[in-house]
Antibody, heavy 122, light 106 residues
């Protein structure tokens, strides 16, 4: 059974950094693209970033480019989101999601974690 | 970026009713439109991909269709467990974008 478990969320001050982790199990991790998706309080879902199986390709939403970095460790079946220069607009529940195997099939998230809450506040 | 506009924002129904949810894209997404179901405190669930393909283990009462840039998710005979928020998402161009959601409530 596929499991995705996020961790690392919490309360952080504006302009500080935070690193989120997502531990995957139940599937061959290094065969899949992986993504992060967030949901601000009372708002809808918003795709944040994704990463190719070997880490050689990464895509980001415009508002986090240059501030967030997605990475992965296939040996540990984990994907990470390093978030720098956080602002109050980054406050959200961050979900880890499994994408697809082929690039042309990406953007279809068939498994999600429960999410981890990031609150940016002074 | 592609803007997805979902309507209505809220749909009030009774179990057994038919639900029709709409998602309009600001430009062509070449049929690459996905639907998710999301309940509070839970992980979102993939329902439909590429307009009309049901994901694994999704009941047959869920179906998707489209007319150009207008996409529809239909739930025939809404079951009690179907009350949730539904999001559409396009996977045709970067950045991937979601609609604002439709809440299906009792």
């Amino acid at each position: 059974e596929v499991h995705l478990v996020e961790s690392g969320g919490g309360l952080v001050q504006p302009w500080r950094s935070l690193r989120l982790s997502c531990a995957a199990s139940g599937f061959t991790f290094n065969k899949y693209w992986m993504s992060w998706v967030r949901q601000a309080p009372g708002k809808g879902l918003e795709w944040v970033a994704n990463i190719k199986q070997d880490g050689s390709a990464k895509y980001y939403m415009d508002s986090v480019k240059g501030r967030f970095t997605i990475s992965r460790d296939n040996a540990k079946s984990s994907v990470f989101l390093e978030m720098d220069s956080l602002t109050v607009e980054d406050t959200a529940v961050y979900f880890c999601a499994r994408d697809q195997e082929k690039y042309e099939d990406t953007g279809r998230f068939d498994y999600w974690g429960q999410g981890t809450l990031v609150t940016v506040s002074s | 970026e592609v803007v997805l506009t979902q309507s209505p924002a809220t749909l009030s129904l009774s179990p057994g009713d038919r639900a029709t949810l709409s998602c309009r894209a600001s430009q062509s997404v070449n049929g690459r439109l996905v639907w998710y179901q999301h309940k509070p405190g839970q992980a979102p669930r993939l329902l439909i991909y590429d307009t009309s393909n049901r994901a694994a283990d999704v009941p047959g009462r869920f179906s998707g269709s489209a007319s150009e840039t207008d996409f529809t998710l239909t739930i025939n005979s809404v079951a009690p467990e179907d009350f949730a928020v539904y999001y559409c998402q396009q996977r045709h161009t970067w950045p991937l974008t979601f609609g604002g959601g439709t809440k299906v409530e009792i």
